[in-house]
């Protein structure tokens, strides 16, 4: 349910949701042609990285963007724009903070609703390539658990068991049911996330048509993929991290 309470991550398969909105925009980046996208942990560094390479620089705090950033954190905006050929940084409150924590593990997949199916496809196929845990990582919002995340986890959830067989049906965390039975409580995504102070909140700012892009399910078979400069050239949606 949040970053912290993942553990020991190191020998397993990890998919991190932040679908408001940050794992949505990478995902939608790379639909526009970004040829990498490099998380940072905070602004700082993001800055810094950004500038010294002449990369495009994307972020926000508490959901506005940073005032001396290209642009902020809308998969919408994103959406209409051609970013081929130009790398970018991005620097979040919640989702690129939980990308960093997670770094270590064997995989770390970048997951949202509009990229379900084919990010739990890759989790299946590598965690059970490598008789791996599958580690669902909500990034919550500002260190607290949050309403999306966790029905969007649920999601996956859901998809991770349809590809078990009869004899390999995976054991499931309480926490892991708890999600699968919101999505299942509430499958219409948008209605059920408007009860939650961050979508409200987005909503409050202007972004309305930003919850309706996140909300949208299964549309978009990019797989975002944290990997090190060295494998980069070998994925074709490489997510790398700025070191501090």
Known sequence: ???????????????VIDVLRATTVVATLFERGCPQVFAAANHDSARKFARSNGYILCGETGGLKVPDFDYGNSPVEFSTLDFTNQPAVVSTTNGTRAISMVGNARCVLLGCARNR??????????????????????????????????TVAGMFIEAIVGMAGTWDMPQLADSAIASRRLWQYEPYLLRGWMEGRHAQRLGDYGFGEDLGYCSQIDCSEVVPVLVNEADAAGVSAPVLLVLQ
Request: a negative charge.
């Open 117 to 150: 199916m084919a990010v739990a496809r890759e989790a299946w196929k590598e965690a059970t390539s490598n008789s791996s845990d599958i580690v669902v990582v909500c990034s919550g919002t500002d260190r607290q658990f949050t309403l999306e995340d966790a």
């Open 1 to 15: 349910m949040l970053p912290e309470l993942a553990g020991d991550t190191s020998s397993t398969v990890c998919i």
